[in-house]
């Protein structure tokens, strides 16, 4: 398939899910209200305390940077002295956010990302195998409603953040069937904005997908040639030193970091764990891409082994903050794809939407440096996402020891199932970026 007959084919499938007219309008109207409502449910909440929108505002400095020669890696900007901690291709990227002003700005941001939500969800829905009702537009405008307030989700809204972008991006490049025409170049240009989705091009690599593997790293190659053109001294400065500079990124004890040097800061009440970070964080990579390479080839779940490679970036990257978790959306779909007839998988699913929007992190102390002097029975609380991403990761492991078609199990034969409802939640905003 040549890559015109690839962008014909997306146009004919996009149509056909916005087909208005074989929608049916008792559906279409109360999903509709209910997206209207939710967005000014977070009107109203700006209303009350005004987003901060921090990111986006380092975003515009990074294009600024970019546009007219500046030092990429030496300003700061916001009340929270924030730098760039993205590649240069990145800040070429951010160029036309120059071209308005921040007001003008956070608002498309805003508009920019529940177009990016509700492609996630289709990108999940169709990844995850369900059926042409969970893709309809009622459907896709109710699950956008309420995929609103799951926690990372939110927070991304918060901060004007690219998560959401970045994990759409790599959802649609991996979920297009093996061979198709420059498979994995789009992960690569990911890593080349935000390093993390490199991990994906190994997930390919041990999957057996050498050819796409290799794509993407032809793709990052590419995005760093491309800022080292246009900006030779920042790409020097970021590859030889920036990258290494964690403590530019911000605080890696402070609740806001759900990954697992996070969550081992705070266990040990150790701003600085060490080797006895990095041995646990190496293991759990080793771990983590075994189990996505066992459920790949096991059951041919590509979808399931790219949740399982996302969750392993997610728990050994240094830093990820709450915001990263993004990949909630598709791993709660996926969820739902294989809950219909089995009551403790309905429980799972249910639990798992819980951890993502009771916000249990910002419920502990953890004003100046009381993350680092939380009690134990604190810990959980403090970091549900890391815990949850290794509960994943085993009972993935338990789920690929049974046979392929044993009733009940992700990739065996079942009726249509519906897309998750996540329910609201408390809709507290943290006090500050405390990066």
């Keep these: 398939m040549s890559a015109a007959d690839g962008i014909r084919t997306w146009r004919r499938t996009w149509r056909r899910t916005w087909d208005l007219s074989t929608t049916n309008p008792r559906r279409l109207i109360p999903a509709a209200v209910l997206l209207v409502a939710s967005f000014a449910g977070l009107w109203v909440l700006y209303q009350v305390q005004p987003m901060?929108?921090?990111?986006?505002?380092?975003?515009?400095?990074?294009?600024e940077a970019a546009a007219t020669g500046g030092d990429l890696y030496g300003f700061t900007v916001t009340r929270w002295d924030l730098p760039a901690t993205y590649p240069p291709f990145a800040a070429l990227l951010f160029i036309p956010t120059t071209w308005l002003s921040l007001g003008t700005l956070k608002i498309a941001a805003v508009v920019v990302n529940a177009a990016l939500l509700a492609l996630l969800i289709h990108l999940s829905c169709k990844a995850a195998g369900l059926r042409k009702a969970a893709l309809?537009?009622?459907?896709?405008?109710?699950?956008?409603?309420?995929?609103?307030?799951?926690?990372?989700v939110f927070q991304t809204f918060v901060f004007g953040q690219v998560n959401l972008a970045l994990a759409g991006?790599?959802?649609?490049d991996l979920s297009r069937p093996d061979g198709a025409r420059l498979k994995g170049f789009a992960t690569g240009l990911a890593a080349g904005i935000k390093l993390t989705p490199a991990i994906f091009a190994v997930y390919l690599l041990i999957t057996g997908r050498v050819k796409a593997a290799c794509t993407a790293l032809t793709g990052f190659l590419v995005s760093a040639l491309l800022g080292w053109l246009v900006l030779p001294e920042a790409s020097i400065e970021f590859w030889t030193r920036r990258m290494f500079e964690t403590e530019r990124v911000g605080k890696v004890w402070i609740v806001d970091n759900q990954s697992l040097q996070g969550l081992i800061s705070r266990v040990l009440h150790d701003p600085e764990p060490g080797l006895l970070w990095a041995v646990p964080a190496v293991l759990t990579a080793v771990a983590g891409l075994a189990v996505a390479r066992r459920v790949h080839r096991r059951r041919g779940l590509d979808a399931w082994g790219v949740l399982c490679t996302s969750v392993t970036a997610l728990l050994v990257s240094p830093i990820s903050w709450s915001h990263h978790w993004v990949w909630c959306v598709p791993l709660l779909i996926a969820l739902a794809a294989h809950t219909r007839r089995s009551r403790p998988r309905r429980?799972?699913?249910?639990?798992?939407t819980l951890a993502f929007t009771v916000r249990t992190m910002w419920i502990v102390p953890h004003t100046g440096d009381l993350d680092l002097r939380l009690p134990w029975w604190h810990q959980p609380l403090a970091s549900p996402y890391p815990l949850l991403g290794l509960a994943l990761l085993a009972t993935v492991v338990w789920w690929t020891r049974r046979p392929a078609d044993a009733p009940g199990t992700p990739g065996a034969p079942g009726g249509r199932i519906p897309v998750p409802r996540t329910a609201g939640t408390d809709r507290e905003l943290p006090a500050r970026p405390r990066r």
């Design 52 to 63: 901060p929108m921090s990111d986006i505002a380092v975003y515009r400095a990074e294009g």
């Design 136 to 152: 309809s537009v009622p459907t896709l405008l109710t699950v956008t409603a309420l995929g609103l307030w799951l926690e990372p």
């Design 169 to 172: 991006l790599v959802l649609w």
């Design 347 to 352: 429980a799972l699913l249910a639990a798992v």
